[in-house]
């Protein structure tokens, strides 16, 4: 299931929710959401209960898995992986299960993870290993990684020219650097459209796209939401996708002054890239 970069429209959206690979995935999430309840209590209350069942992470975490399929042909033996800025989803075990080659490492900042990690890891044995730091400055070596990938991380950060600078670094020459990331349509949120153009840029700068052309793509993020994957238009299949309490005071306040919707106008933007 390869998937294009940019930003998804509404129509690719709804079709990959029909796929048989998405299907494998949410089974997958199942499982692993009822088997680890007790484990990922904290979690859920630290984010959603179920992040498959989140209005982007349903295109990102699909994307991200066509394009690391991609990187796998490519790659002969044993694959090693970064999910940077893990948190604590049931993605990086279905990697590991999908591909017998593949190991991979997380790492985040929230010293909250690395004790479920372990208990995952003893009930669960995987090759998914676990690693306490930030991503703008890691501890890993030169060229440790076949791929890099980080899903709606960036958008949670200020610097991103150290962080792009660090996946270089990290990633063996020709590694895949595998990008998603919000976008604020108004410019309320993160990341604006502006600035989500810097972060392209950083990445074009060391990273081969194969001709795509990402700050052309970002052009799309002010088309409507009939068009592409919005928070208002995933709103429209189901209210449940978006991770926002509908009466929270800023929600509140937003529904007070008229403005539409009372909650983060949002689209999301995928890229892959090869390290020159």
């Keep these: 299931m390869t998937l294009p970069p940019g930003i998804p429209t509404m129509k690719s959206y709804c079709d990959v ?3 048989e690979a998405f299907a494998a995935m949410q089974a997958f ?6 088997r680890r309840r007790s484990m990922l209590g904290f979690y859920r209350r630290h984010w959603v209960a179920d992040p498959l069942r989140q209005w982007s992470r349903q295109w990102e975490y699909p994307y991200v898995f066509g394009a ?6 490519r790659t002969p033996g044993a694959v090693r992986v970064l999910d940077a800025g893990s948190g604590l989803t049931f993605f990086p075990f279905f990697l590991a299960a999908r591909w017998e080659r593949l190991r991979v490492q997380c790492c985040d900042r929230d010293p909250s993870l690395a004790p479920a990690y372990a208990a ?9 290993d676990f690693q306490l730091e930030g991503i703008d400055h890691t501890s890993f070596s030169d060229g440790a990684f076949n791929a890099v990938y980080c899903i709606s991380v960036m958008e949670h950060l ?4 150290a ?3 660090e996946f270089a670094r990290i990633l063996k020459p020709g590694g895949a650097l595998i990008l998603t990331f919000d976008v604020s349509r108004d410019g309320e949120g993160d990341i604006p459209i502006d600035r989500a153009g810097g972060l392209l840029r950083a990445v074009a700068d060391r990273f081969d796209m194969g001709g795509f052309d990402p700050r052309a ?6 088309l409507g939401d009939d068009a592409i994957l919005t928070t208002a238009g995933a709103a429209r299949i189901d209210r449940r996708l978006l991770p926002w309490r509908l009466y929270s005071p800023k929600r ?7 403005r539409k919707p009372p909650f983060p106008d949002l689209t999301v933007f995928a890229v892959t890239g090869a390290k020159r």
């Design 158 to 161: 200020e610097d991103y020219e």
């Design 120 to 128: 995952m890891n003893r009930q669960w044995p995987s090759r998914v």
């Design 252 to 258: 509140l306040r937003r529904l007070l002054t008229g």
């Design 163 to 165: 962080v792009v600078t």
């Design 17 to 19: 929710l029909a796929t």
């Design 68 to 73: 690391l399929e991609e990187a796998m042909e």
């Design 217 to 222: 793509a970002l052009r799309d993020a002010t």
């Design 29 to 34: 999430s199942n499982e692993f959401l009822a």
